[in-house]
């Protein structure tokens, strides 16, 4: 089965009843837990983003709170975890300031660890490349907002 495009949806959506609107999001919901998680956010947490982003960096430090720093390869699959973890709920919220906050908050848990991780050129890499998406999530921004999180930035570096 060929999926069908995202205006042909929008499409057939719109000739939809709310009725079956509403069965339409909960079937979808219940076939994967990133689709219900998406739509948690949609409904609850989408109008209140810095209680969303409370979370998100309480989840990201109980993740870092976990990480095994008796070898790099161990922490390195914490690190990765966290990385995901983050990518998936900046996913969901769409919003570069959300992007920048949560990318911001994954690098200062990243530098506080018990680990020498520059030595570690994966881990380098890894810290390297959030660092970039934040400096070019920033350059997207308006000029007031750069210069608050280029203040943050900086820190990092």
Same mark, same amino acid.
């Given at each position: 089965?060929?999926?069908?495009?995202? =205006?042909?949806? &929008? +499409? /057939?959506? #719109?000739? !939809?009843?709310?009725?079956? %609107?509403? $069965?339409?999001?909960?079937?979808? =919901?219940?076939? &994967? +837990? /990133?689709? #219900?998680? !998406?739509?948690?956010?949609? %409904?609850? $947490?989408?109008?209140?983003?810095?209680?969303?982003?409370?979370?998100?960096?309480?989840? !990201?430090?109980?993740?870092?709170?976990?990480?095994?720093?008796?070898?790099?390869?161990?922490?390195?699959?914490?690190?990765?975890?966290?990385?995901?973890?983050?990518?998936?709920?900046?996913?969901?919220?769409?919003?570069?300031?959300?992007?920048?906050?949560?990318?911001?908050?994954?690098?200062?848990?990243?530098?506080?660890?018990?680990?020498?991780?520059?030595?570690?050129?994966?881990?380098?890499?890894?810290?390297?490349?959030?660092?970039?998406?934040?400096?070019?999530?920033?350059?997207?921004?308006?000029?007031?907002?750069?210069?608050?999180?280029?203040?943050?930035?900086?820190?990092?570096?």
């Amino acid at each position: 089965m060929k999926a069908a495009s995202a =205006s042909e949806i &929008k +499409k /057939e959506l #719109k000739t !939809l009843e709310h009725k079956d %609107l509403v $069965e339409l999001c909960l079937r979808l =919901s219940r076939y &994967k +837990k /990133e689709n #219900k998680e !998406l739509l948690t956010f949609l %409904l609850y $947490e989408a109008d209140n983003l810095p209680h969303y982003i409370a979370s998100v960096k309480e989840e !990201l430090d109980e993740i870092f709170a976990g990480v095994n720093t008796s070898s790099v390869f161990f922490a390195k699959k914490t690190i990765r975890k966290a990385l995901r973890t983050a990518n998936k709920y900046i996913r969901y919220a769409g919003d570069k300031t959300v992007e920048i906050e949560i990318l911001l908050h994954f690098c200062t848990d990243f530098q506080g660890m018990r680990l020498d991780w520059k030595r570690s050129s994966l881990l380098s890499r890894i810290y390297d490349n959030q660092v970039k998406k934040i400096a070019a999530a920033i350059e997207t921004l308006h000029e007031d907002l750069q210069y608050d999180y280029r203040r943050s930035f900086d820190r990092l570096k």
